[in-house]
């Protein structure tokens, strides 16, 4: 009846062992002041690429007339589907 008791008592506290954590995902930021537009593109550019859809996260950036001056060569490939 002993080793059963201490059989059981063993079970009990192997199973208390600490739980492995895994580690938070990427979260990005939803929060952008109430109409600042550019933020807002850029956050949804950002979830955009992340969800695997690069190409619309380009096309959505080259929107901007500033960003696709600079990204001129980025956007005239990313332009035509």
């Known amino acids: 009846m002993r080793v059963i008791s201490k059989y059981i008592a063993l079970v009990f ?28 593109r850029n ?3 950002q979830t955009l690429a992340y969800i695997g859809q690069p190409h619309a996260a380009m096309l959505l950036m080259c929107t901007d007339e500033g960003l696709s001056q600079v990204m001129q060569e980025a956007c005239d490939i990313s332009l035509p589907l």
């Open 43 to 45: 956050a949804d550019a």
């Open 13 to 40: 506290v192997a199973g208390c062992s600490p739980v492995i954590e895994m580690p938070a995902p990427i979260a990005y930021p939803g929060a952008c002041p109430v109409g600042n537009l550019h933020c807002q």
